[in-house]
């Protein structure tokens, strides 16, 4: 069973049942890639502030679809059950781990064209992603922004898996999710299209979003007050 036409039309359905939120001045942060035009139509939606934050899956030994934890800035996520069932070497973590905060850093670089990440201190933070399947991502996501001290983080997303949203209702102030099939074998399987989204989607839509708030005369990201600027990852 389908439930969702494409990533945009998840994004719309999604923002119905956010609507209240329009009026607290919401930042949106979508999770790229595939969160991003998620992301970009609950912002539309909601008329708030769009920004990203990049996570990288850590990829199981043999099966790199599998996470056995994630990264995100500032953070390294690790599932430990996954990996004493897998029997992880502490090389390969430290190893993945390695790569995968190079890709971030040069993600982060691209998506940015040197804008200031969004200003979410006290705000009330809408996450978005375009599923659930092990968590991992999303959890990695939500310890990097507790170290910004939003006011409320909202996980939104369009279909999960129901043990991995049932998990997730504690890391976070609410959780909407659309569906949670009984039979979830993959995020794909809510979408009649579910084509990947490239770097050059997130780009453009980023970069849409920074022209329309220039020429609206309306911010879309606030620099921090602090740093003037965006945070380095690490």
């Not at 790199?64 to 059950?81: K, Q, S, W």
């Not at 040069?106 to 064209?113: D, G, P, S, V």
């Amino acid at each position: 069973m389908t439930y969702f036409l494409d990533r945009r039309d998840a994004g719309r359905r999604l923002a119905q049942q956010l609507a209240k939120y329009r009026d607290t001045r919401p930042v949106v942060i979508g999770l790229p890639r595939g969160g991003v035009p998620v992301a970009d139509e609950v912002a539309r939606a909601l008329n708030a502030v769009l920004d990203v934050l990049v996570v990288r899956k850590l990829g199981a030994p043999g099966n790199p679809e599998f996470a056995i934890g994630a990264i995100a800035p500032g953070v390294t996520h690790l599932e430990r059950d996954h990996l004493q069932a897998l029997n992880v070497p502490t090389a390969f973590v430290q190893h993945a781990v390695a790569r995968e905060q190079a890709e971030l850093r040069r993600r982060e670089q691209l998506f940015r064209e040197g804008r200031p990440e969004a200003e979410v201190g006290g705000k009330t933070v809408i996450l978005v992603d375009d599923g659930l399947a092990t968590g991992a991502s999303v959890k990695a996501a939500v310890k990097s922004l507790r170290a910004r001290s939003p006011g409320r983080i909202v996980l939104a997303v369009p279909i999960g898996a129901p043990d991995t949203v049932t998990d997730l209702r504690a890391e976070v102030d609410e959780l909407v999710c659309l569906e949670t099939p009984a039979f979830f074998r993959a995020v794909g399987q809510g979408y009649v299209d579910f084509s990947p989204t490239s770097d050059t989607d997130v780009v453009r839509i980023l970069r849409g979003r920074h022209m329309e708030a220039e020429e609206g005369d309306v911010r879309l990201t606030e620099p921090s007050a602090s740093s003037g600027g965006g945070r380095s990852s690490t």
